[in-house]
């Protein structure tokens, strides 16, 4: 019982941190460029996991290869490269709200990849569940009369999809090695790679280049400006609460409950997150969007009702 409250504290603080993320980053979206941010960030966060890793790695008994190594370089590249990059952007370019809301769909979007890619049965559930998130994302963009940027939401859909990408990918590590070190470590080496990169937009050439297609943000990333009096508090809480202490609290909940009652984060997440958003951004919140995130959320629920009907038959006829 004392571990089933842990694990419900997990996610209590869990939810809390994922749910002011797009409201923080939109706090200081003026003060860093999108890049700078996204490679400060998950850098100091992947060092906060560090020693919980660490710790898993000891407990385990395991010693990293080459092989391994190469893997969270992979999927580093997918998650922060290629996922973080476009929900960064998609924060600039859309409301908070919004991208919350939409993000949270990805749970969904990785059970059709992992259909996809490693053969996981899907059930008339899982299409019901995709089928109302779809809706409620419809509802939310309200294509007829959108007032959002068509930019904003692309970018926000791709980033989850990225995202669920990422998280398919790294199933077998997961596997092998804990959630806690595999989102450590591609953390890790996916802000190194960007990091690489954002020293290479300093080359004259390649600046030029990416200036000339329009792509201002990508050239002469800079790394250490932006930093006020008002922004370092914020920046910490990113990089620490948010992206560190978000990321290990919801890998103990994983540990101390279920895979299903983990989820209930990304339930939870887009109630909480528009009412913050309206509180601190005061951002207005239409009718329009209270209907498709009810419709994201009949989805969730009904998946994680489905999911654990599914279980509770299985576990009774293995008794």
Not at 55 to 65: T, Y
Request: aromatic letters at 14%; a positive charge.
């Amino acid at each position: 019982m004392f571990t089933l409250k842990k694990g419900y504290l997990c996610i209590a603080l869990s939810t809390f941190f994922f749910s002011t993320m797009e409201i923080s980053l939109k706090l200081v979206s003026g003060n860093f460029n999108s890049i700078q941010m996204t490679v400060s960030r998950f850098l100091v966060g992947s060092l906060v996991l560090l020693p919980f890793a660490l710790k898993v790695l000891k407990a385990k008994k395991i010693n990293l290869e080459k092989k391994d190594l190469l893997q969270f370089a992979w999927l580093g590249f997918i998650c922060i490269v290629i996922s973080m990059i476009l929900y960064q952007l998609a924060v600039i370019n859309t409301k908070a709200s919004v991208v919350a809301s939409i993000f949270s769909c990805n749970p969904i979007f990785v059970l059709f990849f992992a259909h996809l890619l490693l053969k996981a049965p899907i059930y008339k559930h899982n299409i019901i569940a995709l089928i109302m998130q779809v809706v409620g994302i419809l509802f939310i963009i309200n294509p007829l009369h959108t007032k959002l940027s068509p930019v904003g939401i692309t970018l926000t859909i791709l980033s989850a999809l990225t995202f669920a990408f990422y998280g398919v990918c790294g199933k077998k590590s997961t596997s092998k090695f804990g959630g806690t070190v595999v989102t450590c470590f591609s953390f890790i080496f996916g802000s190194l790679e960007l990091l690489v990169l954002t020293l290479m937009s300093h080359i004259s050439s390649i600046a030029d280049f990416l200036i000339s297609h329009n792509l201002d943000t990508f050239a002469n990333v800079p790394l250490f400006t932006g930093y006020t009096a008002t922004s370092i508090p914020v920046f910490l809480y990113i990089a620490v609460g948010v992206t560190g202490m978000g990321y290990c609290f919801y890998f103990l909940a994983m540990e101390y409950t279920d895979a299903n009652t983990t989820s209930l984060i990304f339930f939870f997440k887009p109630i909480i997150a528009p009412v913050l958003a309206f509180i601190v951004l005061k951002e207005f919140i239409p009718f329009n969007m209270i209907i498709g995130i009810g419709f994201i959320l009949f989805g969730s629920i009904y998946t994680i009702l489905c999911t654990m009907k599914m279980q509770h038959s299985i576990d009774n006829q293995t008794a």
